[in-house]
């Protein structure tokens, strides 16, 4: 009775613990990444910062007003007059208003800087969005691999036990050898370490999901290997898709715009401006008695900083410099994208080749190996030829599931060179 309690109690937690493990689709784990992933949740802070870039420069735009006073005690002999005084307290509280009427343009650029800079951050969050999309794809994958290499692995362990119960059997019988049980027996514990590093591997293949995803729960992958449909892409619809829709071009081309900008603002450095400025101020005086006195005033300001030192004219250069440098790197950016999409064609019709070759292979290894088991079980073939169709069937296998990963990883990768994994799901 204490026996099977103590089992109880050693069960229960296991079960516990399996229940705990939430299954996810590949499109649950998309929608957490876009939620917890932690270079996602980076580019939204980004976003945030930016929006506080873009209120500050419109600032410039709005009137600005300051609220003042004090509370002094002087002795100042031309105030004896209003208070028959010259030792007094004086109360002053007043406000000043400022807005600028005129700036050669340098307000109204920095504004549309501010906000192409956060359509720039628009991209860097659809780049990072789709980078986890791309990897989740990978990771989730890679589970789906790992744990077909498993099962393949099992299967391989399980045949090699039927055969080593069918040598034991023949050797009862007389009609084989201790050689061919000995060998059946190694043969066995051979196939057993492979089913102990795959079930390792994928407890590693979750682990590394589970890192991407940035969440600490236990999950496991719920979806077949095997893609639903296999095809090849053309490389100048992809181009095409990538030159529209990769967020690096698109930031390229905003940053472009946006340095533009910088080069009016630092223009208008040594330039006029207008401003209206004014202010309203009550003050009291209390000497041996007491005054109250209000002033205002308002008016339009003109500043000319005709010569600076040539300040200007060395910001203007270095902004102009900027511009032609961002245009440089578009261009640049533009020949990697080109390149990555070339790649990216190339490896999936790669892999489509193979899933090709490798799933005939698979068939015909799979009757190679049913004709020599029965053979071996009449007599007329050997247990090598038997350990050499096993041997074939399994690579076959592995080679064909390592196809079919090759080909979803390396779609997923078409798409995200594409510019649009995560958004569409083909070209």
Excluded: C
Aim: aromatic share 8%.
């Amino acid at each position: 009775m204490k026996k099977i309690l103590l089992s109880l109690m050693i069960m229960l937690p296991l079960a516990a613990f399996a229940q705990d493990v939430k299954m996810l689709t590949l499109k649950d784990a998309i929608n957490i990444a876009m939620e917890k992933n932690k270079s996602v949740e980076q580019a939204k802070e980004y976003m945030t910062y930016l929006e506080g870039v873009y209120v500050e420069e419109r600032s410039a735009a709005l009137p600005t007003a300051t609220l003042y006073g004090g509370v002094a005690r002087a002795k100042d002999a031309s105030t004896g007059s209003a208070v028959n005084s010259d030792v007094f307290n004086q109360y002053n509280a007043g406000v000043s208003v400022k807005q600028a009427l005129f700036t050669w343009g340098q307000v109204g650029a920095a504004i549309r800087a501010a906000k192409i800079g956060l359509r720039t951050g628009d991209e860097q969050l659809r780049m990072y969005r789709q980078a986890a999309v791309r990897d989740v794809t990978v990771a989730f994958t890679d589970i789906l691999l790992t744990r077909r290499l498993l099962y393949i692995a099992q299967e391989n362990v399980k045949q090699r036990e039927r055969h080593l119960a069918e040598a034991e059997k023949k050797y009862k019988l007389g009609t084989a050898t201790d050689y061919d049980v000995l060998s059946a027996r190694v043969a066995l514990k051979n196939a057993q370490p492979d089913v102990i590093t795959y079930n390792n591997n994928l407890s590693i293949a979750k682990d590394n999901l589970k890192y991407i995803l940035g969440i600490n729960y236990d999950i496991d992958a719920d979806g077949e290997l095997k893609p639903e449909s296999v095809e090849t892409a053309d490389y100048a619809v992809v181009l095409k898709s990538a030159m529209a829709n990769r967020p690096e071009i698109l930031d390229k081309k905003l940053m472009v715009d946006f340095n533009k900008e910088l080069v009016q603002v630092s223009r208008a450095g040594d330039k006029p401006r207008l401003d209206l400025e004014g202010s309203y101020d009550r003050i009291r005086l209390e000497g041996d008695d007491e005054k109250n006195l209000t002033t205002w005033n308002a008016g339009i300001k003109m500043s000319f900083p005709f010569f600076d030192g040539l300040e200007t004219r060395g910001k203007v250069i270095q902004a102009q410099s900027d511009l032609r440098k961002i245009k440089i790197q578009q261009l640049q950016t533009e020949d990697s994208v080109s390149l990555d999409v070339r790649q990216a064609v190339s490896r999936v019709k790669e892999a489509v080749e193979v899933i090709d070759a490798a799933g005939g292979t698979v068939d015909e290894a799979a009757k190679l190996l049913d004709m020599a088991e029965k053979g071996y079980s009449y007599g007329v073939k050997t247990k090598l030829e038997v350990d050499d169709a096993e041997y074939n069937l399994r690579n076959a296998q592995v080679r064909l599931a390592q196809a079919w990963r090759d080909y979803r990883v390396q779609y997923a990768n078409l798409l995200w060179s594409a510019g649009i994994i995560g958004e569409r799901d083909s070209l």
